[in-house]
């Protein structure tokens, strides 16, 4: 009895000790969206690789003005809007994301570097 005890104290010591160790430290990168949400998009359209997603308006990673639209679903990873009447896509995982910090609510990222849309620059997700 003594044994399984000290067994399944042991491996809640490892789990909590890996869990620590494995923690986030920094930004995601990862959009959090459904459909019938307003989300801020790259306003360059079909064919742009930046693949900027935002709660918020501002400027994409390429620099364009991101552009007002709501998302029609989430599949497979994607965020699908409509955009001068196309239905377009982006990845749910940025390889940026803002480095606002804890607490900054604009939720951007992009696929390539430069500055989020509370003018910030993205960080690379790790």
Known sequence: MKKSVLLVLSMLFVFAAVSLVCADKGPTGKFE????????VCGCGEGCDCGSLAKK???CGCGKEMVKTTVNKVEKGK???TLD???LS???QGKYACGCGEG???GSISQKP??????????KVK
């Open 33 to 40: 969206a459904k459909a019938g949400d307003t989300i801020y």
């Open 57 to 59: 308006e501002g400027k």
């Open 79 to 81: 965020v699908f809007y």
């Open 85 to 87: 009447g196309k239905e």
């Open 90 to 92: 982006a990845p749910m």
């Open 104 to 106: 900054c609510n604009c």
């Open 114 to 123: 430069g500055k989020c849309s509370c003018k910030k620059d993205m960080v």
